[in-house]
């Protein structure tokens, strides 16, 4: 049996007693490229953090390969959103990507030849080996995501996690970024989660929609139901562009309940 | 100048500044690029509460001092981690309540307290042997962690969340460089005196880390800097008859300002080169 990437079954999780996911169900299959879309405070970066293994589910399991997420997170690249940093940080590119190495490593160990192609492979990926010397704090928003991105990749993931991989780039980076990606998912699964409703559906497979509770039925299209329930708000989408051809032929919505 | 040195306890004094500026440049570079400059100062001043129980206790103040610091490192640390809000609040309690406990103390103790001023102030031409021992041990243990843990100390320093998803057990670590903070404070107290560690722990790694752009560079130019102004400002002292700690920080403080004229310079300099190749 293939495992599944990542396998979450009736988790409940939040903050002080207080769930901000309810009851939330999700398969990820090898190879897929998921999409969490949903408002801000809607549990995204909750759900992130419960499968990272930085947060304790309150009641539910979360398995990563077939494995406690402990375990599974170390075939985790993981993207974090934050772009801004401390530019006066005295670190370069390389040492930034090196970081995807320290989970192979254990401690005490020095990085060795194998971490360092390592290294090399996921910068040329993200087209920022010709820039490995370079201090962080010069980078661009763009320049800095990829080498996000690429430590990230240094970790030679089997999963690839971002979260809001575009939020502080423009629009031309941000086309680059998912184009980079869309290469990236022949060879891993990507999960990212994101509020560029309009641009993600052109790139990925699978979209899900989470406001406390997720909306997700393994395809490809942002359902007008997942809308209704997960913005509440259908009108303000619309408007900000979504493309047409997003939309699933209308069915009831009492027929895809989401379990 | 050099005649100076004739003296054994400036000779003594020379190398103590040596080798606390080993431990300030390393430390303080780690105290800089994680922004707990506060958790430090507040380390500093609960260490004084250490002391005044070792005098009251009859032993000698430097252990007291070791021993509080750790302590208080350890619960500041766990303040700063654990609990979501007002850790700064937490750690402004800690770093009072050990200083007015070390004061109370003091006053229960009988007896002539001759140099309790010098924990404050800082007595570096007064640092014996003993003392002088006790800091290089030190810089060994303060080396030998550094040296060990680079990779885990740089990677929680510069973003702990993956640090975490890497497995990296960033909570152990985090206290551990707090307590290695608290070791640095009280080798730093004999030399400068509590209340000014803070200016020789964060100018030297400060100015480096705008010049440098690794971790490890960072930390060997914030050692050199701290060693240059513990050097001319002892110098400084002994020319003009001034208190040395207060000289050094004022070398250093120079130093800071000197630094940043010089980092405005370069990037007008840089602007302007920009403009030439566009026009």
Request: glycine letters at 10%.
């Amino acid at each position: 049996m293939v495992e599944k990437a990542i396998a979450i079954e009736g988790l409940w999780a939040g903050y002080d007693h207080e769930a901000v996911l309810e009851n939330v169900n999700l398969t990820v299959e090898e190879g897929d490229f998921l999409a969490i879309i949903g408002p801000n405070g809607g549990g995204k970066t909750t759900l992130l953090k419960v499968i990272l293994g930085l947060l304790e589910p309150m009641r539910g399991r979360v398995r990563l390969f077939g494995q406690d997420v402990r375990r599974g997170r170390r075939w985790v690249g993981y993207v974090p959103q934050r772009v801004e940093m401390d530019q006066d940080f005295p670190i370069r590119v390389w040492d930034v990507a090196m970081m995807g190495r320290l989970g192979q490593r254990g401690l005490f160990r020095r990085y060795d030849a194998q971490d360092a192609r390592a290294v090399e492979r996921a910068l040329r990926d993200v087209e920022m080996w010709d820039l490995r010397d370079r201090p962080m704090g010069e980078l661009s928003g763009g320049q800095r995501q990829r080498v996000y991105i690429a430590r990230a990749l240094a970790v030679e993931p089997r999963l690839l996690l971002l979260d809001e991989p575009t939020a502080s780039v423009d629009p031309q980076v941000r086309t680059h970024i998912y184009e980079l990606l869309r290469a990236l998912n022949e060879r891993v699964t990507i999960v990212l989660i994101s509020h560029d409703v309009g641009v993600i559906s052109a790139y990925v497979k699978t979209v899900g929609c989470l406001n406390r509770r997720l909306f997700y039925h393994g395809g490809g299209e942002i359902t007008e139901e997942m809308i209704e329930h997960g913005y509440q708000c259908p009108i303000d989408l619309i408007a900000h562009g979504l493309p047409h051809r997003v939309f699933a032929e209308h069915t009831d919505p009492a027929e895809r309940r989401a379990p | 100048m050099i005649e100076a040195l004739q003296y054994a306890f400036m000779r003594n004094a020379l190398l103590a500044g040596i080798l606390v500026s080993i431990a300030c440049g390393v430390i303080g570079t780690y105290i800089v690029v994680n922004r707990i400059v506060f958790l430090s100062g507040g380390i500093a001043h609960a260490a004084y509460g250490g002391i005044g129980l070792a005098y009251f206790l009859g032993l000698p103040p430097v252990w007291g001092a070791i021993g509080f610091s750790l302590l208080a490192s350890l619960g500041m640390g766990w303040a700063q981690r654990k609990t979501r809000q007002r850790a700064d609040t937490l750690i402004g309690v800690i770093w009072a309540i050990g200083m007015a406990f070390g004061i109370i103390l003091l006053d229960l103790t009988p007896g002539y307290k001759a140099d309790l001023m010098s924990y404050l102030f800082g007595s570096i031409l007064a640092v014996p042997t003993g003392d002088l021992i006790l800091m290089a041990v030190l810089d060994g243990i303060i080396l030998l962690v550094v040296t060990l843990l680079y990779k885990e100390l740089l990677a929680i320093s510069f973003d702990e969340t993956f640090a975490a998803v890497q497995n990296v057990p960033v909570d152990a670590l985090y206290l551990l460089l707090v307590c290695l903070i608290g070791l640095t404070v009280v080798m730093m107290m004999r030399v400068v005196g509590l209340i000014m560690v803070i200016a020789l722990l964060t100018i030297p790694a400060a100015i480096s880390a705008q010049w440098v752009h690794s971790l490890r560079r960072a930390m060997v130019l914030a050692a050199g800097l701290a060693v240059l102004f513990s050097v001319i400002g002892l110098g400084v002292s002994y020319a003009l008859n001034l208190t040395s700690g207060a000289s050094i920080i004022m070398v250093a403080g120079v130093g800071y300002l000197v630094s940043l004229a010089g980092m405005r310079w370069r990037t007008k300099k840089a602007a302007a080169r920009v403009i030439l190749s566009e026009g």
